[in-house]
């Protein structure tokens, strides 16, 4: 099955500074990526997503890059705000699959 | 108009007894989802129903049994509780199934003493 990595686990910047998120996932087939955001105590939410034919997506301050080659893809912040805080969740969707496959989790602190 | 809701949101029981979570969406979605999040905010997928057939049983113990009356409800019924199975408990609809945006309910926190 699909295996994702997400890294860092932790992620503290300051105010107005930019943040990334990586991921890599081992499924080449893999054609639907996903972000979902968590604030605390909240339901994770859908915030950006990606399908394999395109390399890059952005919405407003946050954009999502894709390289099916190396097989991975990236959350971009820009211009971060306190309520950026909370845990980013990736995902990787092969074909056909009825399940999100979710990395483990980073959790961004945004520094006032 | 609530999406997708849980019920309880919090549930504080004992060691041994027998509980259970239901889940409603008014989406209209064909399939529903049951993850676990633990401590350390891992999303873990339990079970998944879609027109209300199961289709995703992962590695969960025979103690948690989804059941799906109908497409707008899938409920989880815990036997025998047990300490590791304090966690939150999500539930989640999609439209179709597959690669498309999943609404996850507000959650039930379960705490095992």
């Known amino acids: 099955g699909e295996n994702v990595e997400q890294h860092p686990s932790t992620l503290s910047v300051q105010e107005g500074d930019s943040a990334v998120i990586k991921c890599t996932y081992s499924?080449?087939?893999?054609?639907?990526f996903p972000w979902y955001k968590q604030e605390l105590g909240k339901r994770p939410q859908l915030i950006i997503d990606i399908r394999s034919n395109v390399g890059e997506k952005k919405d407003q301050r946050i954009a999502v890059t894709l390289n099916k080659t190396a097989k991975h893809f990236s959350l971009h912040i820009t211009e971060t705000q306190p309520e950026d805080s909370a845990v980013y969740f990736c995902a990787a969707v092969p074909p056909a699959a009825y399940k999100l496959s979710f990395g483990a989790g980073t959790t961004v602190t945004v520094r006032a | 108009d609530t999406a997708v809701s849980q019920t309880p949101k919090y549930l504080v029981t004992q060691m041994g007894n027998d509980k259970s979570i239901k889940c409603e969406q008014n989406l209209g979605h064909d399939t529903m989802y049951w993850y676990k999040q633990d401590s350390k905010k891992f999303l873990k997928i339990m079970f998944s129903y879609n027109n209300k057939e199961l289709i995703i049983n992962e590695t969960v113990p025979n103690r948690f049994s989804p059941k799906s009356p109908d497409k707008a409800h899938l409920n989880l019924h815990i036997n025998s509780l047990e300490l590791g199975d304090s966690a939150v408990y999500f539930c989640?609809?999609?439209?179709?199934?597959?690669?498309?945006?999943?609404?996850f309910g507000p959650g039930t926190r379960l705490t095992v003493t």
């Open positions: 989640a609809s999609t439209q179709t199934g597959l690669a498309s945006k999943q609404y």
């Open positions: 499924d080449s087939a893999s054609n639907y």
